[in-house]
């Protein structure tokens, strides 16, 4: 008790901690107000673990290292760079597509100025935000008209809530998805204010299934691009041009919904070939809808494309204006639009591209470059080996396609244990100052180095790995 007492009795107040060389140093660096808060947390841990018999800082200059420590701690950003060496190129975790140089330079002008993004500069009066990515979106798509809103769940809420509130939309059993993050159709649709009408089974919908389940309670048909799986055998599925015929026979619209939605045909750089946006507009919908960040490449956004007046109707309703984006976005997706013009050198200037076209050769050649370095640097009880891999699209691009790749695995040398020690690899990989994240597949960690395309950064942060 008394040993307490004189403890207690020992620890500076916050004013001695804050005139020591590193509490002045602190506040400098941090602010006054910050590092006064942070000194009185850095007191109330030491007497908590006076209490509890622990050791503590106990001098004024203790106090302040302890509290400058915190301050530091909190400065680090929470949104942070990482090596995405997970072999999944979109990858919704990790913030999906990197953009481009271009996007990036147009989205930090609009940040730092003045934008005209609802001012029309030939006649000096109000424009329209839309109007800035429109004409593109027209082009790229040979749709009539276009706009864009936060996501491209916000775009099939919208159309949705538009085109349906209060009436029926048929879609397919076997396009009822759900994708990452609760996003879930039918859910969408109750709170867009539509009734789900489902049609035909999982695996098979036929178009009289479709034609049966018209009335005049319909307000639109929806067909889902079933994005993150695939029903294989015995399946039937309407295509989109039967639907969009039907549709117009009944006087209601056709709504794809494509989700990753690209605007280039991928076969050319060795893909599969995904439905593009310009081939679901000819194909006879009314509405298209698709997302920014996905296989297209730019900042996150979603986009409906189509009939004139439909979009007009769309761009009435009050919750566009809760869905809008920003002028930071819009001038990163008028920045990567753009670079669709430009077809031939799309792999040059846009990141997705460029990595989902990545040759498995430059990767190996990459991974055989660094596996000496990165072996030495883990230390004789891990085993590095360069291995072939198969990288993924992600964020439910082509989900069954993959891409040859190459990398590391990394597997401990005693088996006795190796789980723990495999988990405590990749655990000091993520505490890296850029944190390092591959998966752990089987008794190996593996780095797939399709999304890594400079060496030295990686090494010169590989090398800061604590023992
Ligand atoms: C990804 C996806 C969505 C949602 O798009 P976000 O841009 O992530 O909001 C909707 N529908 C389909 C089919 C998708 O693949």
Same mark, same amino acid.
């Given at each position: 008790?008394?040993?307490?007492?004189?403890?207690?009795?020992?620890? =500076?107040?916050?004013d001695?901690?804050?005139?020591?060389?590193?509490?002045a140093?602190a506040?400098?660096?941090?602010?006054?107000?910050?590092t006064?808060?942070?000194?009185?947390?850095?007191?109330?841990d030491?007497?908590?673990?006076?209490?509890?018999?622990?050791? /503590?800082?106990?001098?004024?200059?203790?106090?302040?290292?302890?509290a400058? $420590?915190?301050?530091?701690?909190?400065?680090?950003?929470?949104?942070?760079?990482?090596?995405?060496?997970t072999?999944?190129?979109?990858?919704?975790?990790?913030?999906?597509?990197?953009?481009?140089?271009?996007?990036?330079?147009?989205a930090?002008?609009?940040?730092?100025?003045?934008?005209?993004?609802?001012?029309?500069?030939t006649?000096?009066?109000?424009?329209?935000?839309?109007?800035?990515?429109?004409?593109?979106?027209c082009?790229?798509?040979?749709?009539?008209?276009?706009?864009?809103?936060?996501?491209?769940?916000?775009?099939?809420?919208?159309?949705?809530?538009?085109?349906?509130?209060?009436r029926?939309?048929i879609?397919?059993?076997?396009?009822?998805?759900?994708?990452g993050?609760?996003?879930?159709?039918p859910?969408?649709?109750?709170?867009?204010?539509?009734?789900?009408?489902?049609? !035909?089974?999982?695996?098979?919908?036929?178009?009289k299934?479709y034609?049966?389940?018209?009335?005049?309670?319909?307000?639109?048909?929806?067909?889902?691009?079933?994005?993150?799986?695939?029903?294989?055998?015995?399946?039937?599925?309407v295509?989109?041009?039967?639907?969009?015929?039907?549709?117009?026979e009944?006087?209601?619209?056709?709504v794809?919904?494509?989700?990753?939605?690209?605007l280039?045909?991928?076969? $050319?750089?060795g893909?599969?070939?995904?439905?593009?946006?310009?081939?679901?507009?000819?194909?006879?919908?009314a509405?298209?809808?698709?997302?920014?960040?996905?296989?297209? !490449?730019g900042?996150?956004?979603?986009f409906?494309?189509?009939?004139?007046?439909?979009?007009?109707r769309?761009?009435?309703?009050?919750?566009k204006?809760?869905?809008?984006?920003?002028?930071?976005?819009?001038?990163?997706?008028?920045?990567?639009?753009?670079?669709?013009?430009?077809p031939?050198?799309?792999?040059?200037?846009?990141?997705?591209?460029?990595?989902?076209?990545?040759?498995?050769?430059?990767?190996?050649?990459? /991974?055989?470059a660094?596996? =000496?370095?990165?072996?030495?640097t883990l230390?004789?009880?891990?085993?590095?080996r360069?291995?072939?891999?198969?990288?993924?699209?992600?964020?439910?691009?082509?989900?069954?396609?993959?891409?040859?790749?190459?990398?590391?695995?990394?597997?401990p040398?005693e088996?006795?244990?190796?789980?723990?020690?495999?988990?405590e690899?990749?655990?000091?990989?993520?505490?890296?100052?850029?944190?390092?994240? !591959?998966?752990i597949?089987?008794?190996?960690?593996?780095?797939?180095?399709?999304c890594?395309?400079?060496?030295?950064?990686?090494?010169?942060?590989?090398?800061?790995?604590?023992?």
């Amino acid at each position: 008790m008394t040993k307490d007492a004189d403890a207690f009795r020992q620890l =500076p107040s916050v004013d001695e901690a804050l005139r020591s060389v590193a509490g002045a140093a602190a506040a400098e660096r941090f602010g006054r107000s910050a590092t006064i808060a942070s000194l009185r947390r850095a007191l109330s841990d030491a007497r908590r673990a006076i209490e509890d018999g622990a050791t /503590a800082p106990r001098d004024a200059g203790e106090i302040a290292a302890r509290a400058a $420590q915190l301050l530091e701690q909190e400065a680090t950003p929470t949104v942070r760079a990482v090596f995405n060496l997970t072999g999944t190129v979109i990858h919704t975790n990790l913030g999906r597509a990197l953009l481009a140089e271009a996007a990036i330079e147009a989205a930090t002008q609009a940040m730092r100025e003045a934008v005209a993004l609802e001012f029309d500069l030939t006649n000096g009066k109000r424009g329209e935000r839309d109007a800035l990515v429109r004409g593109l979106l027209c082009e790229l798509t040979g749709a009539e008209d276009a706009t864009i809103v936060n996501n491209n769940a916000a775009a099939v809420l919208l159309t949705l809530n538009t085109l349906a509130k209060g009436r029926e939309v048929i879609i397919s059993r076997g396009e009822l998805i759900e994708i990452g993050g609760a996003f879930r159709m039918p859910d969408i649709m109750a709170r867009a204010g539509a009734k789900l009408h489902e049609v !035909g089974t999982t695996n098979r919908t036929h178009e009289k299934d479709y034609a049966e389940a018209l009335s005049d309670r319909t307000g639109l048909i929806l067909k889902v691009h079933t994005s993150n799986y695939r029903v294989e055998g015995f399946v039937a599925e309407v295509k989109a041009p039967a639907l969009a015929r039907l549709a117009r026979e009944h006087d209601v619209s056709l709504v794809n919904d494509l989700g990753s939605g690209t605007l280039i045909d991928l076969s $050319q750089f060795g893909l599969a070939h995904e439905p593009t946006v310009a081939e679901a507009v000819r194909e006879g919908a009314a509405l298209v809808t698709f997302s920014g960040d996905k296989l297209l !490449g730019g900042p996150q956004a979603g986009f409906i494309v189509g009939r004139k007046e439909l979009i007009a109707r769309i761009n009435r309703n009050p919750l566009k204006r809760a869905l809008r984006v920003d002028k930071i976005r819009l001038a990163a997706t008028e920045a990567t639009l753009r670079l669709y013009r430009d077809p031939e050198r799309l792999v040059e200037k846009l990141p997705t591209i460029r990595l989902l076209a990545r040759s498995k050769d430059d990767i190996e050649a990459m /991974a055989r470059a660094l596996q =000496p370095a990165v072996s030495r640097t883990l230390g004789d009880a891990l085993e590095t080996r360069v291995v072939d891999l198969s990288s993924q699209i992600g964020s439910g691009a082509l989900p069954l396609e993959t891409l040859a790749s190459a990398g590391f695995a990394i597997a401990p040398r005693e088996k006795h244990g190796a789980g723990r020690r495999l988990a405590e690899l990749a655990s000091r990989l993520r505490a890296l100052p850029i944190p390092v994240i !591959g998966r752990i597949e089987k008794d190996s960690l593996i780095l797939d180095l399709r999304c890594l395309e400079s060496a030295e950064p990686f090494l010169e942060n590989l090398s800061k790995l604590a023992p």
